[in-house]
């Protein structure tokens, strides 16, 4: 009979107990490790999410790049695993001095998985960093929105924050139609698998635009100044710029009050060139016709005030007259034939009295009278008392002249089969035409002279008008703007230049109307992008421009013009 003996149980009794101990202590410990250390595959999700999304490239019409993705490296951190905080914060500010020390040393002190060190460091930078060989510091590859073209189209195109997302232009409406959402969606977008989104720019056309108006802002002293070409018939603006501008790489002036996108931002009376817009009224109500005479004797009562022409003839004017001599007094009486309320109809038919939307997120509300009484009708006639944006007025001259469609401005390509005859119509045939032949004839007799280039039967107005300070129009401060419709039988491009305060020249007697600033510009413009954009030119005048107006009688409006009329 075998016998157990105290001492012994006692002995087995306490081997057990530590084993069990041994195996507590080691759980409990793995345990405490794996709270405290932060699992790795959370910190990079984190890190991923942090990181700058991809975006579509941008390009032109013809393919080129205008915005494009590029890969950088950014510097972060995972603060529970940094050992030495202080000792951190000072190698890694002494290697990056813009990092401010004190910021740096609060981000490591905290219990966050992750925090962004420097976003976007130079490969030496990295280099450097890595040679630390610091514990809990990483890097991370983003993606950095990048401008090959500097300025050009600056306005249209936007830019984006560090973190990639769009904050203006195209850029933002890009994030609008839903990009954002797929990222925030966690949707893997990558620029491999992101088709290229194309604009409506050319961007030579662009390119020749920009250095023109650089150089006429220049010669004529101006505060700023804007340029566009539209395609009338598609409504795609293919060229344009508004300076001063920035550059979207580095977006800080963007932020300037004088860097505003003056075609769809700034709003301003555009001058005589809404004439063409009364014209076009007139004509389409059947209140005149091309033969129709205005009576222009003398100026003209309006409230307690007086309507002046710039050059009186003080007397009849036939309705091409009134606008070849771009009198006030005649385009005036015109409007009074349709009525308050008939002008009123005509401009919100034509998009003028309610905000344009385009792509471009930045656009204005229209200047609009509080009470439209009979003496507004007379001062809008002629382009005061009414601002809207320039692209704005652009659209309705484009209107009026490509056969009465009222084309909405695009910044994006639209396809080849793009019909204008789905858009509205808002004159008739034979209104534009007339209004054609009206601005060949002013290119070629009227206010319009020095942008009709040689080969490319151009129509044309000019603007001036005076800028409204401390609530009362300045008679040395000007808004000059010019447009020409290239070629005016056929009309393909509408050419826009506005400048805001342009100076006068001695050799041009010192005037700073529209014709001499905004009009040379303009011509210049024409001589050197039509090429560009396709538009060969003819020096043999077109026999029968204008057949329409031909067969309802008007045989004058094809047959050469008598010189007269003069330029403001």
């Given at each position: 009979m075998r016998s157990t003996h105290l001492s012994k149980s006692t002995f087995r009794i306490r081997l057990v107990a530590v084993c069990f101990a041994a195996l507590y202590l080691l759980f409990v410990g793995r345990l405490a490790y794996f709270g405290l250390k932060p699992e790795q595959h959370s910190v990079r999700r984190e890190a991923s999410e942090a990181a700058s999304a991809a975006r579509p490239d941008l390009v032109d019409r013809n393919g080129e790049i205008l915005a494009t993705d590029v890969k950088v490296m950014s510097v972060f951190a995972e603060p529970r695993r940094i050992i030495d905080k202080d000792e951190a914060t000072e190698l890694i500010t002494a290697i990056l001095p813009d990092v401010n020390a004190h910021e740096l040393r609060e981000k490591l002190g905290s219990r966050k998985g992750f925090v962004w060190i420097k976003r976007e460091v130079t490969p030496t930078q990295q280099q450097q960093i890595f040679r630390l060989g610091l514990p809990g510091v990483g890097f991370m590859p983003e993606n950095k929105r990048v401008y090959p073209n500097g300025p050009l189209g600056a306005h249209v195109l936007g830019f984006t924050n560090s973190d990639n997302n769009g904050i203006a232009g195209i850029e933002k409406y890009i994030d609008g139609q839903g990009l954002a959402d797929l990222h925030g969606a966690g949707f893997n977008l990558t620029p491999e698998n992101l088709a290229p989104i194309a604009l409506s720019l050319d961007m030579r056309a662009t390119h020749a635009l920009r250095d023109e108006l650089t150089h006429g802002m220049e010669r004529f002293q101006a505060k700023a100044a804007a340029a566009a070409i539209l395609d009338v018939n598609t409504g795609e603006v293919v060229a344009e710029a508004s300076l001063p501008d920035y550059d979207p790489n580095n977006p800080t002036d963007a932020l300037k009050n004088n860097n505003i996108n003056r075609l769809t931002v700034g709003v301003y009376e555009m001058g005589s060139t809404f004439k063409a817009l009364t014209i076009a009224m007139a004509l389409d109500s059947g209140?005149?016709?091309?033969?129709?005479?205005?009576?222009?004797?003398?100026?003209?009562?309006a409230g307690h005030g007086l309507i002046h022409d710039y050059h009186p003839e003080n007397r009849p004017l036939s309705v091409p007259e009134v606008f070849t001599y771009s009198s006030n007094v005649g385009t005036a009486r015109m409007a009074l034939m349709v009525g308050v309320e008939g002008h009123k109809a005509f401009l919100r038919k034509m998009g003028q009295l309610d905000r344009m939307r385009t792509e471009l997120p930045e656009n204005a509300e229209p200047i609009v009278p509080r009470y439209w009484s009979e003496v507004s009708t007379m001062t809008i006639a002629f382009g005061h008392g009414l601002a809207v944006a320039p692209l704005q007025a652009m659209m309705a001259v484009a209107a009026i002249t490509n056969g009465g469609y009222l084309v909405t401005p695009t910044f994006l390509k639209r396809p080849a089969e793009f019909d204008k005859t789905t858009a509205p119509r808002v004159v008739r045939p034979e209104t534009s035409e007339s209004l054609r032949y009206i601005l060949r004839l002013n290119a070629e007799i009227?206010?319009?002279?020095?942008?009709?280039?040689?080969?490319?039967?151009?129509?044309g107005k000019t603007g001036t008008a005076e800028k409204v300070i401390g609530g009362h129009y300045s008679k040395t401060k000007l808004f000059t703007t010019f447009m020409a419709l290239v070629p005016a039988d056929k009309p393909r491009y509408l050419f826009m230049t506005v400048m805001d305060e342009p100076q006068g020249r001695p050799e041009d007697g010192h005037y700073a109307t529209a014709a001499y600033n905004s009009g040379w510009v303009t011509g210049r413009l024409i001589e050197r992008v039509?090429?560009?954009?396709?538009?060969?030119?003819?020096?043999?005048?077109?026999?029968?421009?204008?057949?329409?107006?031909a067969r309802m009688g008007y045989g004058f409006a094809n047959t050469p013009a008598k010189p007269g009329a003069g330029e403001h």
């Open positions: 209140k005149v016709n091309l033969n129709t005479r205005i009576d222009a004797h003398g100026p003209l009562h009227g206010t319009a002279k020095k942008a009709n280039i040689p080969g490319y039967f151009v129509g039509s090429p560009i954009l396709g538009l060969e030119p003819h020096l043999d005048l077109p026999v029968q421009p204008f057949p329409l107006l």
